[in-house]
């Protein structure tokens, strides 16, 4: 067998700072089959199977306001319709500010402001009320409405219907004007962005509607930035952020080329990605992804078509190729079923020949310098058939078949029911989300026999996800969830499984940040809210139960 040497030398210092960006993991196969290349990279890895947190969260939030003479009062904020609450820290009394005592405030990476007077669907409303501020634009500043019902459904339910609007407020005018969602939204889209030939061309053919204004607005942001040469700037979390000085990362915007939009992402002077877009908000990758090497080489280039991974080079750090493969999708012929595959055309051993080009069935040894462990790569029919180490006298081997079908559904629903009271109020206040990758080793009776965290988000969520795992996952009848053994060549054998767990904050004011960079807030997600509500209401179901009947239902005249 040949030796190939994985170049994943990275010094501890370097672990530590770059925890959030180009994590060092190790060699790694997810249960979706998918190759984490010794690196976890948050603006790449996009698995389509995965455990999922969804918060809809109207919790307090890091933030300030500024008082009547312009200080800036710095503490934790919620906003909640007409009125924010305001606590210095999580144990002080809250106090209630409306919008004619506080004018500007921020929580959390969003800045509100006061509307004295604006129309709404025809309307011109003279109470004045808070907007969010999303850019100022030649002059013109446009704002985001959000309008809160407060009817007999918010009486009996305590639940509100909220309605958005895109406004405007041209210079020198001081009446906000909104972005109609009818026939009139073009005529009136074209007179502020018109004269950008793309968004013309989308507004025109009315590919981009009244609800498409935030992509509008991203890209004329963006062509103002690319103008100019200013940095983008994002938190630890990869949510873009305006503030530089609790920036994290930034990139700059090195082309813009008909409609692909490259950007080069740094932390601090450090290039770690170079990526092509063709939309905004959500993004949409098309073309090359690149990530490199600290020493500035080439590590990783992901070919994308419309957010779809279709092939994927790695290098070393000296820029020598490593493999070459490409992802295949088919449907299988009289079924709804779909079949993929990943086609390698090249494998290089530590010489710089192809074991490929030597016959059908070809291995390869592969050193994993991060977790100092050896393993054995076999291909037959250019495909990955298997990847193994040893374990003292146990073979682990890991999923490389992209179609294989790990049940993650009971896994799923033993994690909403352990979720089900879990509180994250300090995660919550810094919007803290993202993926955490945890490596669980399964025996051939399936029990999990090791345990770590391969990449991690926040110290509230990680406990979680740990304590979630030594849980043994547990369910609502008391049975508990199991990971099947995985088999090989028809035998049960060691197998390491690694889980990714996607943890989205969405508030009424601001979408998660896999939907911003990956268009990821999908129907799995609707479908685990909808999980975590049905569980919510059986267990307020079954409290009611033991109450005594509730009073007569007094309603407020005034609504």
Known sequence: MKTLQLSLI??????????????????????????????????????????????????YEKGHYYDSIGNKVEGLIQFENKKIYFKEKSSSDSIIFT??????FVIGVDSFFVAQHFYLRGLLYKKPEYVKFLYEYNGNIFAKHYKFSEGLSFQMTGNQSIKESYMVKEKDQMILDHFPNTRKFKEKALKYFGHLPHIKNKISSKEYKADDMLAIIKYAEYERKYQKSKPVYFDAYWQEIHNADKAKYHALITNKQ????????????????????????????????????????VRHIINYKNNKAKSEKTFDKKGNLQTYYQHYKRK???????????IYHSVMDSLGNNILAKGTEQSIDV???????????????????????LMGKDTVYQITNPSYHFKISQIQKSFNYYLAEKKFEKALSVNAQGIVMVSIIVDKKGNIVKKKLLSRQHPEIDACVLDFLRSGFPTSTMAKANIKAYKHNKRKQFCEFVLPFDFSVIRFYRQPVNYNHFNHWNHLHRWNWEQQQLQMHKHIQQTIKNLPPPPTLKFNRNF
């Open 258 to 297: 008909d409609s692909i939009w490259t950007f080069d992402y740094y932390q601090d002077s450090v290039k770690l990605y170079t990526v092509n877009y063709s939309a905004f908000y959500p993004n949409i990758k098309n073309g090359e992804f690149t990530a490199y090497h600290r020493n500035g080489t």
């Open 332 to 342: 299988i012929a009289s079924s709804s079923k779909f079949i993929v595959k990943t």
């Open 367 to 389: 050193y994993d310098e991060f977790q100092k462990l050896n393993y054995t790569h076999k291909y037959k029919n250019r495909e990955l058939v298997s990847s193994y180490r």
């Open 10 to 59: 990275l010094s501890l210092l370097l672990l530590v700072k770059y925890s959030n960006s180009q994590t060092p993991v190790g060699l790694h196969y997810d249960i979706n089959g998918q190759a984490i290349h010794g690196y976890f990279d948050p603006l790449s890895y996009a698995p389509e199977k995965k455990l999922i947190k969804t918060i809809f969260s109207d919790s």
């Open 99 to 104: 919008p004619d005592k506080v004018k500007n």
